[in-house]
C-alpha cells in the first residue's frame, strides 16, 4: 500500500527532501532556533553565491562572512525588481534573463517568465537543485490543504511560461497524486474533466474559481455535489478575503487554502485553516517589514512592504527583495493556532504598492474593495475605474447585478471606505472574466 508523505509516508522517496514530521518540527521552533536556523541557512548561501553571482559580488562587495546575527541583515542593501533586469547592453538570450543568475546557463534546467503585470516579463532560470527547494516548498501548502496520495488534483490553468501552478504541479506529483493538466481547454471543457476524472482539489487564482462557479451554473452543474474537497488558490488577493473566499466556499462546497508567492521568490506563503492570513514558510524564506515608500522597519501593526530573502535558492537568490506586497506587520507573540510559530499575517496579501489607490486623500487597496462587492451575491463580475476631473480624483465601479440596484453598493462604499463612489451596473457577460491574475481596477488619470 502507498503511504501518503502527508502523513510521513515515504511515496516517491527522495522526491520530497523534508518529512511530514520535520516540517511540524521547524514549524514549532522557539524564536532563537528559528533564528538559529535561518541564520545558518543564509549564511550557507551568501558563501556558495558571491564567488559566482555577478550582481551579488558587487552589491555585496565588503561584506564580512559569515554573518554574527540575523540583524546583521539590515546592513545590507536591498533589491528591487529593477536592479533584476538584465544589463542594458546585453544580447540575444542574455538580454531577457534575470540579472541575478549564478550559473552559466547550461546548469538551468527550469524557464519561466515573470506575469509582466508589473513591468515588463523577466526571464528567471531555476537549476535542478532549485526546483527541488521549490518542491519542498510547496509541501507546506500542500500540508495545509491535507493534499494526500490518491487524490486527484486538477490544474486549471494555461502552461506556459508563466510560472504559475507549475511547481504545485510537481510538488503534487512528488506527493504521489493524480495530476490533472488543462492546458489551454475553455472553462466549459475544464468543468467536463473534474467532473469526469472525479478531482479532489482544484488548483486557480480566486478569478477563475468564481468564474468556474458562474460558468457551472449556467450549464447546470452542480459543483457543490461535486468531489472536489480543496480549492487552493493564489495569483491575487482573494484566498483570505472573507467574502471572496466564502462565496468560492459556498459555491464548491470545498474548503479554501490560500497560497502566496513569486517568479523571482518562490512559494513564500500558505494559509491557515481557518482562511484568516497566510504564514510565512520561514525556514526558505526569511522575512522584513518596511514602511511603505521608505526603508526603515516597519512598526508593529502597521501597514507594511513585505521583504523577503531566499534562504534555498542558490541559482537566481534574492536577498532583501522588495515584493512590492502590501501587509500589516504582524505582532510576535502566541502562535495562532497554537502550534505553528510562523510569521503569521492576518489578512494574508492587502494590495500591492504600486497597485494602492488614493483617491480624494483615502488610501484604497483592491482587496478592500474585492471584500465589500463581493458580499453581494448577486454581483456576478465588478470593474473599478479612477478618472481626474477638475484636479479631483473619482472612482467609479461597474457592475453585473442580477439585482439592478447599485445604490445598496455605494451606501456600503461610503461607510466602509468613506469615499462616495459612483455605481453603474452593466448588462451580465459583458465585463471581462479571467483565468489568470484579475485586472479589474482601470486608473485613468
Known sequence: MLLSPARGGAYHAGMICLSYEERRRLEQLESDALAAHQLQRLNTLLATILPHNRLYAERLAGVKLPLRSLADLAELPLTTKDDLLPAPNSEGFAAHLAANLTWPV??????????????????????????????????????????????????????????????????????????????????????????????????????????????????????????????????????????????????????VVDHSGASEVGPWGYG?????????????????????????????????????????????????????????????????????????????????????????????????????VRGFPEIAEYRVRIVRTNHLDKLSIEVEDILAAPQRVAVAMQLRLGLKVEVLVVPGGTLPRFEGKGKRFIDER
Open 106 to 255: 547550461d546548469a538551468y534546467v527550469r524557464f519561466h517568465r515573470t506575469s509582466g503585470t508589473h513591468g515588463r516579463p523577466l526571464v528567471v532560470l531555476d537549476t535542478a537543485d532549485d526546483w527541488q527547494w521549490w518542491i519542498d516548498a510547496w509541501q507546506f501548502v500542500l500540508d495545509a490543504a491535507e493534499l494526500e496520495a490518491g487524490d486527484r488534483a486538477v490544474m486549471a490553468f494555461s502552461f506556459g511560461p508563466f510560472i504559475g501552478f507549475w511547481s504545485a504541479f510537481d510538488a503534487a506529483l512528488a506527493r504521489g497524486a493524480l495530476v490533472v493538466p488543462t492546458g489551454g481547454m475553455s472553462t466549459q471543457a475544464r468543468l467536463d474533466l473534474i467532473q469526469s476524472c472525479g478531482a479532489t482539489v482544484a488548483f486557480c487564482t480566486p478569478s477563475y474559481a468564481l468564474h468556474m462557479a458562474e460558468t457551472a451554473a449556467k450549464q447546470g452543474i452542480d459543483l457543490a455535489s461535486l468531489p472536489v474537497r480543496r480549492i487552493i488558490v493564489a495569483g491575487e488577493p482573494g484566498g483570505s478575503v472573507p467574502s471572496t473566499r466564502g462565496r468560492i466556499e459556498s459555491a464548491w462546497n470545498a474548503r
Open 272 to 372: 491557515d485553516a481557518e482562511g484568516r492570513g497566510l504564514y510565512i514558510n520561514e525556514c526558505d524564506f526569511l522575512p522584513e517589514f518596511l514602511t511603505i515608500g521608505r526603508d526603515q522597519r516597519a512598526n508593529e501593526g502597521e501597514l507594511a512592504e513585505l521583504v523577503i530573502t531566499t534562504l534555498g535558492r542558490a541559482g537566481c537568490p534574492v536577498i532583501r527583495y522588495r515584493t512590492g506586497d502590501v501587509v500589516r506587520r504582524p505582532r510576535r507573540d502566541n502562535p495562532v493556532d497554537g502550534a505553528c510559530r510562523f510569521t503569521f499575517l492576518a489578512g494574508g496579501i492587502l494590495g500591492r504598492t504600486d497597485d494602492m489607490l488614493i483617491v480624494r486623500g483615502v488610501n484604497v487597496f483592491p482587496s478592500a474593495i474585492d471584500e465589500i
